[in-house]
């Protein structure tokens, strides 16, 4: 995005700034379910209707705190993963990993806001989903690029898929990850659903009195979805032709 040129638009591109900022502290302290446009205007010292001139409804608001979550955590793993070798497959999908994590611990209400309750009443429009697929394009990246290395090795076979899920597969791979099989683009999917299921369930509040240590826990278990997608490091996995 181009910076403001203007004083108006610089005026304009500070307040938008501040009221997201007042909304995501009302995030934290009231839910999504609570965001309000005159409790925002409210933090602010502001009239409601001036708040209005910058965000027509609470949903517009709402889908831009959205739109500015995904493209953060998007960064984080996008980031994460560029800093590894990028032949080193297992590497650049544990950075990633780690990176996801690290971002929803340090931004919980901001995760649930993405991967939590749906917000009564709201409907995300279209502009969410390229960044909501940020992520998923990292992952899929790092599975796509050792399958074109033809260093992808599957664990054990896998059963016929369904004729439903052969379809999911294909509209992943064609969207994500171009050239893979159908049998890993699936284990890939899997493998993102476990990703974020083990993320919500750590901080949702689901391993209290169950998992003491949840760093080790997520180790272990990002481990063993690297695995499952079948990334091996490149020393220790010899070369392998497309099946």
């Known amino acids: 995005m181009n910076a403001p040129r203007t004083a108006r638009q610089r005026v304009r591109a500070q307040l938008t700034s501040e009221i997201k900022e007042a909304a995501r502290t009302q995030l934290v302290r009231d839910g999504a379910a609570g ?17 209005y001139r910058y965000f027509a409804s609470r949903d517009e608001l709402l889908t831009a705190l959205i739109i500015d979550s995904y493209d953060a955590l998007g960064a984080a793993a996008e980031h994460a993963d560029a800093t590894e070798n990028p032949d080193d ?42 960044p909501a697929t940020r992520v998923a394009a990292v992952l899929g990246g790092i599975v796509r690029d050792a399958t074109k290395a033809g260093v992808l090795v599957s664990p054990e076979p896998s059963p016929p898929l369904p004729a439903s899920m052969a379809a999911d597969a294909e509209r992943l791979r064609e969207s994500i990850m171009p050239g893979v099989a159908d049998e890993v683009a699936t284990r890939s999917l899997l493998a993102w659903m476990a990703l974020f299921g083990t993320i919500s369930f750590e901080l949702f509040g689901h391993l209290n009195n169950v998992v003491d240590d ?29 099946r």
């Open 35 to 51: 965001l309000s446009l005159r409790a925002v205007a409210r933090e602010l010292g502001m009239v409601s209707s001036a708040v």
């Open 89 to 130: 497959h297992p590497a650049r999908w544990l950075a990633a990993c780690r990176a996801i994590r690290a971002w929803a611990v340090a931004h919980p209400q901001q995760y649930a806001l993405l991967y939590g309750s749906p917000v009564p009443g709201y409907r995300a429009p279209q502009d969410t989903v390229p």
């Open 214 to 242: 949840y760093s080790a826990a997520f180790e272990h278990h990002v481990h063993e979805l690297c695995r499952y997608v079948g990334l091996r490091s490149p020393s220790a996995t010899p070369r392998l032709t497309d």
